[in-house]
């Protein structure tokens, strides 16, 4: 099997988890931000993740991710009880619409103000003046993508804090979200709201710091060293 991924993507990174939570081997093709050439060619479309397994391409973080438990169903990624599988796919689903693209609009807006570090994401190859030009042109075109501007911050960061009290209160005392032990929906809520590292304005959040220690148990280290790196 083949992942195509841009590393620092949380989409990638939660196939990533899954994948190591199943033992499955696999290669990686990082390609850069810019270019969606491999993705377009394997699955005629530019997004990632992409997951090549001969000659079956899977687009999409969570069809990959019950692609690999049809594929290899031990250990499960999903309850086998048609109701709990089916309040776990629930839950998965509110993990990636609670903090995807909060989380990410809320790390991209912290990285803006930290000189170079996003030309080092996306151009790591450049230096000197030839980076930072391309960060600004970078940066001009994460900002109209994701649309990402100061007032919008200010109001993700607090959806951001409701968001992480709610996890929190879902998962309670317990270890994961269901008794059957990591799924799906635990991968999504980890890795989705993993960004949220970046910005400082959180860290003095206590559900905040709950939900980011909780999900560093299923985190592979570089992850968590990507994101926490300030």
């Known amino acids: 099997m083949k992942l195509i991924q841009i590393p620092f993507s949380h989409n990638c990174i939660k196939v990533r988890v899954a994948l190591a939570v199943k033992k499955l081997p696999y290669e990686v093709e990082n390609i850069p931000p810019r270019d969606r050439s491999s993705p377009l060619q394997a699955s005629k479309q530019g997004l990632v993740p992409v997951l090549v397994d001969g000659d079956r391409a899977i687009a999409d973080s969570t069809a990959i991710l019950l692609y690999l438990e049809e594929r290899q169903p031990d250990p ?14 629930l839950l998965e689903d509110w ?24 030309a080092s994401m996306f151009f790591p190859g450049d230096r000197g003046l030839r980076a ?23 109001r993700d960061l607090a959806e951001a804090r409701r968001a992480a009290a709610l996890a929190m209160d879902l998962l309670g005392e317990r270890p ?21 590292l ?3 304005e959180l860290r003095d959040d206590a559900a905040v ?22």
């Open 76 to 89: 499960p990624l999903l309850p086998r009880d048609p109701q709990e599988r089916a309040r776990c796919l």
């Open 95 to 118: 993990a990636d619409r609670a903090f995807m693209e909060v989380s990410r609009r809320i790390a991209y807006g912290t990285i803006f103000q930290q000189p170079g570090r996003l």
């Open 132 to 154: 930072r030009i391309k960060e600004r042109a970078a940066k001009k075109v994460v900002q109209k993508r994701f649309r990402i501007s100061e007032a919008r911050h200010a």
């Open 176 to 196: 994961w979200l269901q008794e059957s032990g990591p799924t799906v929906a635990d991968i999504a809520l980890a890795t989705m709201s993993a960004p949220l």
């Open 198 to 200: 970046v910005a400082q």
């Open 209 to 230: 710091r709950a939900l980011l220690a909780w999900g560093g148990k299923l985190l592979p280290p570089d992850v968590t060293a990507l994101y926490g790196r300030s």
